[in-house]
């Protein structure tokens, strides 16, 4: 029998470059996101198998290269490259220790 989807909320995240709890991570209510709701974002589900520590995402190559093209197209170019943001969501998969499954969330916003 399957389980329902009950994502868990990762007790780390990372914002403006740095790895934070998840406490943190908060933006100003003066950002073009706050102010005018320009903001880019995108999703993942991150699954774990029960009978093992493997972990695996759902199309996240997809998802990131899809976040990147909307970024563009709003004109708001990202400070980190795709390859980096990958390498950033393996870092904080391998930092969580809560019991998946995981619903990953990507923003993108402008600080002015």
Known sequence: MSRPWSPVLMSTG?????????????????????????????????YQRQDSAERWFVALTKHLDRFAQSCAYLEMPLSHSVACLRSVIHELVQRCSEPGPWALRVFGYADA
């Open 14 to 46: 990372w914002l403006a470059g740095q790895f934070c709890g998840a406490d943190q991570l908060r933006i100003s209510v003066g950002t073009s996101a706050v102010r005018y709701g320009v903001v880019v974002f995108d999703g993942s589900r991150l």
